[in-house]
């Protein structure tokens, strides 16, 4: 349900003007890579050194980077940079 969630507001930023297209599909093959990748695994627990980790975190690190390159108007759009890093961080967890 998280995943769902955190999908549908990082998509709803490009409707509604927040984001550029580009940051829309690298948010969305992010979530369905990672995401669903660790979906599947459930409830499996991995090492900090597996790949699987590791691709998770290079994930969040590519989303932080696209978000802040991809927001229309970053000065404006702080708040909800911070909103959306504190969703993504919380689905992952």
Sequence with gaps: LMLAVATCVELGLYVYGFAQAWLACIALVANLWGGLDALLRYPVAHRIDSFFCIKQVALLLVKIVSYTLGM??????????????????????
């Design 72 to 93: 229309v108007i970053f000065s404006r759009a702080l708040i909800v940079f911070l909103a959306v890093l504190l969703l993504d961080i919380r689905v992952l967890s």
